[in-house]
């Protein structure tokens, strides 16, 4: 049988050396365990275990050291154990452990981190469920978990950025354009279309009206300078053209062109 030959403490390790060969890296638990003294002879079944207690140990140590600085979900945990070619039986052990002393917990994570994004970020339903994704949290746990966004905190969020766009806005361009910009804004991040169009219709925006025949007299008149050179209906047409694809409405257009004399 082995002879174990040197120990060698390093740090709070200690190196194990059998017949004078390196043998194994073992922590102060495995060494009390298995009374691992100079000189004591110890069988070929003790080594196996001897190494397979260290590897899942140093597993478990490795995530709890992940786990140390903020919540992680149990496929995280998973993947971080792949990574370190970590044995798949080995990594069920030390999942399984884990979540016996509830250092994982999905269900209170998926909440946890729900309630962060909902209270931190912009950020809709369908980001949400994307950024929980990223988490490899599982997918019915998080549709599950997305209940808890109900309906009216979306509306709640989506009227309180819209009001807020709203009153910092100083109209430069089309109010139809502003709009269908604030409308994609809150699209890229993940609320419904159908939901959007119903809260933006609750808005008065007869101030922003008033801005919008400011900016299409700046960019008319622009445009005017710009296509001076050209045939009066064709300059005409230039224009109402260029303004209409700048979203401006065709009343206004028509309205603006009027009072220009060609």
């Known amino acids: ?15 194990l050396y059998l017949d004078d060969h390196f043998f194994l890296t073992v922590n102060d638990d495995l060494l009390i365990e298995f009374q691992l003294i100079k000189g004591r002879e ?26 140390s600085y903020s919540m992680r979900s149990t496929g995280e945990i998973r993947q971080l154990l792949k990574q370190n070619k970590i044995s798949l039986s080995t ?16 269900q209170l994570f998926a909440e946890l981190y729900l309630k962060e994004l909902i209270k931190t970020t912009h950020y809709g339903p369908k980001v949400i469920k994307q950024k929980m994704q990223q988490k490899m949290l599982p997918t019915d746990l998080i549709e599950t978990v997305l209940l808890d966004f109900s309906e009216n905190l ?14 910092n806005k100083k109209l430069t361009g089309s109010l139809s354009k502003f709009i269908e910009k604030e409308k994609l804004k809150l699209v890229r991040w993940g609320y419904n279309l159908d939901l959007i169009n119903q809260i933006s219709s ?3 925006l007869s101030a922003l009206s008033n801005e919008e025949d400011v900016a299409i007299e700046k960019e008319g008149t622009r445009l005017i300078q710009k296509y001076e050179k050209l045939p009066s209906f064709e300059r005409k047409q230039k224009i109402k053209q260029t303004l209409y694809r700048r979203g401006y409405r065709s009343e206004l257009i028509n309205s603006f062109l009027d009072r220009c004399s060609f």
Do not use: C, G
């Open 202 to 204: 609750e808005f008065d």
């Open 42 to 67: 110890i069988s070929n079944s003790v080594v196996e275990k001897i190494s397979a207690q260290q590897k899942n140990s140093e597993a478990y140590n490795l995530a709890l050291n992940k786990l």
């Open 154 to 167: 979306q509306e709640e969020k989506i009227r309180r950025d819209f009001a807020k766009t709203i009153e």
């Open 1 to 15: 049988m082995p002879m174990i030959t040197k120990i060698v403490q390093n740090q709070k390790k200690y190196d």
């Open 91 to 106: 990594i069920d052990e030390v999942i399984d452990r884990l979540s016996a002393q509830n250092f994982l917990n999905d």
